[in-house]
T-cell receptor, first 112, second 112 residues
């Protein structure tokens, strides 16, 4: 059971480069989320998708875009990477409103 | 004020000790509550849900006080393997989705 799969696991970008972080879940969950985690800041919500075809901004959306490609996949795009986007990115999914979320293994991104 | 606040620690305790973590949240409309565990450089994983009636899972006991907007986690007979960061998580609704808000985490180090 894969659960939530994120690719890549590690990435180094130069300032100004673009890239897409991929996330796929095989749990048949409706909602998907992208978080970033920085030291001392906890996990902060970037974007979320309540269901296929919908996306909404979270707490820190600036510099990012997302696509909910289908029920399984939710991608996060950095159009022009900045050093401030150096972070660990986690994708998560959940089904019913008051249930827990399940996380992917994370993508460690460094922007130099 | 942060939506979810935790003491960052670290809590350094000897094996066999009892340790308690506390968490407060600001949104009185929050609907569900969780404790997650995060090991170094890994994704967060659900430890347990938290209910108003209190709930216990082996050595772990969680309590919720809605009136005080306060959540606690008690770990009895600490093991070396309990060393990790414990995240307090609060679930509320936003738009069409439910949204998990994370505390910054409390780090626990159990020593011999």
């Amino acid at each position: 059971n894969a659960g939530v799969t994120q690719t890549p696991k590690f990435q180094v970008l130069k300032t100004g480069q673009s890239m897409t972080l991929q996330c796929a879940q095989d749990m048949n969950h409706n909602s998907m989320y992208w978080y970033r985690q920085d030291p001392g800041m906890g996990l902060r919500l970037i974007y979320y998708s309540a269901s296929e075809g919908t996306t909404d901004k979270g707490e820190v959306p600036n510099g990012y875009n997302v696509s909910r490609l289908n029920k399984r996949e939710f991608s996060l795009r950095l159009e022009s990477a900045a050093p401030s986007q150096t972070s660990v990115y986690f994708c998560a999914c959940k089904n019913y409103p008051n249930t827990e979320a399940f996380f992917g293994q994370g993508t460690r991104l460094t922007v130099v | 004020r942060k939506e979810v606040e935790q003491d960052p620690g670290p809590f350094n305790v000897p094996e066999g000790a009892t340790v308690a973590f506390n968490c407060t949240y600001s949104n009185s409309a929050s609907q569900s509550f969780f404790w997650y565990r995060q090991d170094c450089r890994k994704e967060p994983k659900l430890l347990m849900s938290v209910y108003s009636s209190g709930n216990e899972d082996g050595r772990f006991t969680a309590q919720l006080n809605r009136a005080s907007q306060y959540i606690s986690l008690l770990i009895r007979d600490s093991k070396l393997s309990d060393s990790a960061t414990y995240l307090c998580v609060v679930n509320g609704r936003t738009g069409t989705a439910s949204k998990l808000t994370f505390g910054t985490g409390t780090r626990l180090q159990v020593t011999l």
